[in-house]
């Protein structure tokens, strides 16, 4: 019999779930950077095997931070863990934090008892000893149903991990088509690829306090697509560092940001970057939620 479920990849911010997610279904669809809160929504990947669908969900990252787009994205994660059939717990072996991990096993199991894989990250760049204290402290926090040490980045793995979450799910119809590898339509895909590219080049608080908006996505005549769209952030300070000298940060967002969807979308692309300031936009839920980011209204 066929099996299918959801399957929510969750944990603190950085230790690669988006990484993961993008290895699982062999393509980007979501955006990484070093720097926490980088995913800021929910994002299915399908990944469809002879005799299985597995529906993998990729969350933010659950973090102590009080914001609104910090509650509003943690929300996110509680969310899936709830509704998904399975819970990755997933951990960065070679950045312990054992009160973050906590934190984020606690947000998460506040949901009831959904079974839970441990699954370690990240083994590319640990020692054998570092790897073991790892998986000791943390299968003690919880009846994890497996412990599996992963490299999201190199694939080491991953593979046997996605073998071993076919297995624990239930048998059930496909929810998607076979083809299908996301659900997120391809506007917010281009505004998130600008969003990396503004986050790799930003410091400080910058990164936290930018939004992308997408104002039109129009292919002309010649097949040239006109992208319009608007970086929003929280203080008129921050905008002069956006636009950068005689606005070089900004076009080289810009050119980076273009060079990806050229490649992604097989297309020439016209892309015009404004920048805007919406006042302290991350304390304001209703911002945050007209951006596209957090859990949805109920
Ligand atoms: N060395 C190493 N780095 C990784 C691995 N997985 C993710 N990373 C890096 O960790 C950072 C955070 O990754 P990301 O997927 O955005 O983390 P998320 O916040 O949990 O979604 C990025 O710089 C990734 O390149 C891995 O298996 N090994
Ligand atoms: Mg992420």
New binding site residues.
């Given amino acids: 019999m066929p099996k299918s479920g959801f399957v929510t990849i969750a944990?603190r911010?950085?230790?690669?779930?988006?990484?993961l997610i993008n290895r699982l279904v062999g393509s980007k669809i979501a955006i990484?950077?070093?720097r926490?809160q980088?995913?800021r929504s929910r994002i299915v990947g399908v990944v469809t095997r002879p005799q299985a669908q597995i529906v993998f969900v990729d969350t933010p990252?659950v973090d102590q931070r009080g914001s609104a787009l910090a509650k509003s994205v943690a929300q996110v994660a509680r969310h899936a863990a709830a509704e998904g059939d399975l819970t990755l717990f997933?951990t960065d072996a070679?950045r312990p934090d054992p009160d973050a991990d906590h934190f984020a096993l606690r947000h998460l199991r506040l949901t009831g008892g959904r079974p839970m894989f441990l699954v370690i990250?990240?083994i590319?760049?640990v020692s054998k000893e570092r790897l073991m204290e790892t998986v000791a402290r943390l299968s003690a926090l919880a009846p994890f149903k497996e412990t599996v040490p992963i490299?999201?980045?190199?694939g080491e793995n991953v593979d046997t991990l996605l073998d071993l979450v076919e297995q624990a799910l239930p048998e059930g119809p496909q929810f998607y088509p076979g083809d299908m590898v996301s659900d997120q339509p391809e506007r917010f895909v281009i505004g998130e690829i600008i969003r990396e590219k503004a986050m790799l080049r930003l410091q400080q608080e910058l990164p936290y306090a930018l939004a992308v908006a997408m104002d039109e996505v129009v292919e002309r005549e010649d097949g040239m697509l006109m992208v319009a769209a608007t970086l929003y952030v929280e203080r008129e300070s921050q905008k002069g560092i956006v636009i950068g000298k005689g606005g070089a940060m900004i076009r080289e967002i810009g050119s980076a940001a273009r060079r990806e969807l050229e490649a992604r979308l097989g297309a020439r692309i016209f892309l015009d970057l404004v920048v805007k300031v919406r006042e302290k936009w991350t304390h304001d839920p209703r911002s945050v939620r007209d951006f596209g980011y957090g859990a949805p209204k109920e």
């Avoid at 490299?151 to 190199?154: G, P, Q, V, W, Y």
């Fill in positions: 944990g911010p950085s230790v690669g779930k988006s990484t990484t950077t070093p926490p980088t995913t990252g997933l070679s990250n990240k590319d760049a490299s999201a980045l190199t």
